[in-house]
């Protein structure tokens, strides 16, 4: 049996109010909240360059940028 490759998946963290909400991609995170809640547009949170060692802070919210991590899957 060959292992099929990993691939990277991308997870957006959002803490709000205590609360923590994951993503799939900063887009996402505005088909729930708007930019009036998180205290910062789509386009500008784009521009901030978020990452992983990097996350964005308001007095709103706190969104970071990590990688899912997952088991290879085999093939048979």
Aim: with cysteine; charged share 30%; proline share 1%.
């Amino acid at each position: 049996m060959k292992e099929k490759e990993k691939q990277e998946r991308t997870v957006i963290h959002l803490e709000m109010n205590g609360e923590h909400y994951y993503f799939g991609s900063l887009a996402a995170i505005y088909q729930f909240f708007d930019s009036k809640i998180l205290g910062i547009s789509y386009g500008s949170l784009r521009n901030v360059g978020l990452s992983r060692e990097k996350p964005y802070r308001n007095q709103h919210c706190i969104i970071r940028k990590g990688v899912l991590l997952t088991i290879s899957k085999k093939n048979d």
